[in-house]
């Protein structure tokens, strides 16, 4: 049946076919200069992506041609293990073991590449895109209501659970195994938590080292792989570290870089962009984010995923970036996210209570809870309650007790939100973390969402959100990536000498909020119409007095923290009806 269907899809359009057996048909149209297709030896099956060696001896080198006799046969012999060994990159396998009796289904821990899995009839299909199932017929979309809500309560959320009935989603480091006549199971092969149980002991200096060492490895590794970049330069530490490895890069890509600033002061970096553009002897295109003349509701792209968190805002800064992208013949488009992420940028009393379970109570344990009460600005008092609860006796610490449902979901909605739609199992197979790491695992489950940026004339790729760098800063302790008061310090010590000095002492970030607000007041009535005869006020998902309320001027002005809510709502609208219309 699966060589039936395959027959089928590879008519339907540009496919090619990246491996087939009896049991197994898969078919791919990728065809960006990074993009391989690995094919395994003894007929294992197939890897899809982006592979680079994980030895550091690789030495930043491109994408590798393809996977060797030697090590296809211990992916063969793990089970699909040894790619997370040996390898590292942005990939999904399909894996034939033993062959012709069930299908595992990796995808690497970044999440890079998306994978779906549904059954069309006796067949399981695993796709990257739900829209070419449901163009290719293998998929009736019908909208699974407790996802919609679940994403009005935590709209970050990354989860199996997809905005479609009967389509699961395969999470970063899962391994899903499939078979004809039985339902799917999963194996997670990589978790933050057992990164951390297998950390190795470093001192802040060998720390400091291996952190600049692993980040240009990375950034090089990606930057080989590709013949011109489009770097979106925000101006602070984290984009300018991706360009100052790039430029160290060699051979060196042609690279153009992109910032955006807003006539607000907040949203205006271009003295810093200029900087890091100029030590990289980098062009750079400052684009105004201007109010745009079509309602909010129009800027949305119009594309159908698997889950409202999907949903792609394009304003005019993403036209002017295709234009960048087409007029320079751009083949991927760069940034510095997940560096908030990986090195520390939250500021939280939890560093301080991490020291306190790690080392127990020392002399240096009160200059770490100054330092901590500092970054944090609150009082020593403050941060010394942290300490106790969750460093000394330690308290349990679960970073969805802070989540607050949405004030527009109805009484019903709220009542039927399900934990298992927001939560995800890193989490949870975290426990025994210390608190700030726990935090830091939802973070790095998070920076997951920041490749649901459509992708259909340039790769996006974000090099820090890297498998070698999210083990080391899982590794480096919290109290070391980010000490004597400053965010983020551990990096911005590596990177001293590569990046300007200006750029690494700034703890302060630009902000764009503004824009979105008066975006979304110029918009209002164009928003109450859309809403308030939308799809979910119609299912009882959204309150509609609480709605109209919201939806005043006055009351945004008065209450600016409501504004998430509503774009929250408009988002979750417009995918809803997408859906619905090719349901039609």
């Known amino acids: ?13 540009s496919w090619d076919t990246a491996f087939r057996s009896e049991t197994l048909v898969v078919l791919h149209n990728g065809t960006t200069p990074a993009w391989r297709v690995y094919s395994l030896h003894r007929a294992a099956g197939v890897v899809l992506g982006t592979l680079f060696g994980h030895s550091e001896n690789s030495g930043g080198n491109g994408p590798l041609p393809c996977i060797g006799e030697a090590d296809s046969e211990r992916i063969r012999a793990s089970e699909g293990r040894y790619l997370l060994e040996g390898f590292w990159g942005r990939y999904v396998a399909l894996l034939e073991l033993p062959a012709g009796a069930k299908t595992r289904i990796l995808r690497d821990p970044s999440g890079a590449v998306p994978c ?10 695993a796709c990257s895109h739900v829209d070419d199932a449901a163009r290719l017929g293998l998929l009736e979309p019908r909208i699974d209501w407790d996802h919609v809500v679940a994403y009005l309560h935590f709209n970050h959320m990354v989860t199996s659970h997809t905005g479609l009935a009967g389509v699961r989603q395969v999470q970063a480091g899962e391994c899903v195994t499939l078979a004809s006549d039985e339902s799917p199971s999963s194996e997670y092969y990589w978790t933050p938590g057992l990164v951390y149980r297998q950390r190795e002991r470093r001192d802040r200096q060998s720390a400091m080292c291996a952190l600049r060492s692993v980040i240009q490895r990375c950034v090089s590794s990606w ?16 984009s300018a570290i991706v360009l100052a490895c790039l430029h160290r890069c060699q051979p060196s890509p042609y690279i153009v870089c992109e910032n955006h600033y807003t006539p607000a002061a907040m949203g205006d970096e271009r003295a810093f962009a200029r900087l890091a553009a100029r030590n990289a002897c980098a062009e750079l295109i400052e684009l105004p984010i201007k109010p745009p003349a079509e309602p909010i509701t129009r800027m949305f792209e119009p594309r159908l995923v698997a889950s409202p968190t999907l949903v792609a805002f394009v304003p005019e800064t993403a036209t002017a970036r295709r234009h960048v992208i087409e007029e320079r013949r751009i083949e991927a488009v760069f940034s510095g996210q997940g560096g908030d992420h990986f090195f520390q940028g939250v500021r939280t009393p939890l560093i301080a209570a991490d020291y306190a379970r790690c080392t127990g109570i020392r002399k240096e344990l009160l200059g770490v809870m100054s330092d901590t009460a500092r970054l944090t600005r609150r009082s020593v008092w403050s941060v010394l309650g942290s300490v106790i609860g969750h460093g000394l006796l330690r308290w349990p610490y679960d970073p969805y007790d802070a989540l607050r449902p949405s004030p527009l979901l109805s009484p019903s909605a709220r009542g039927a939100i399900d934990a298992c739609c927001i ?17 830091q695992v939802f973070n ?12 259909d004339r340039a790769d996006i790729v974000h090099p820090l959100i890297a498998q070698p760098v999210i083990e080391l800063c899982l590794q480096i302790p ?3 990536l980010s000490y004597g008061g400053i965010d983020r310090a551990l990096v911005r010590e590596a990177f001293a000498g590569l990046v300007a000095p200006e750029i690494l002492s700034r703890t302060q970030k630009g902000a764009t909020t503004g824009y979105f607000s008066a975006l979304l007041i110029r918009s209002l009535v164009t928003v109450r119409e859309f809403l308030l005869n939308g799809l979910l006020i ?9 709605t109209e309320s919201a939806l005043q001027e006055p009351s945004l002005l008065r209450r600016p923290e409501q504004i998430p809510s509503v774009l929250d709502a408009i988002t979750a609208e417009f995918w809803v009806r997408g859906w619905t219309s090719q349901a039609r």
């Open 423 to 439: 939560r995800h199992p890193w989490i949870d197979t975290a426990s025994d973390l210390p608190a700030c790491k726990r935090l």
């Open 116 to 125: 779906f899995v549904l059954r069309f009839g006796d067949v399981q299909v």
């Open 538 to 546: 119609a299912e009882g998902v959204l309150d509609r007095r609480q």
């Open 223 to 238: 930057g080989r792989s590709y013949g011109s970049i489009l770097h979106q330069l925000s101006g602070g530490l984290d």
């Open 1 to 13: 049946m699966a060589e039936v269907v395959g027959r089928h899809l590879a008519d339907q359009g």
């Open 444 to 455: 790095i489950i998070d920076t997951q969402n920041f490749y649901r940026i459509p992708a």
């Open 478 to 480: 919290s109290y070391d």
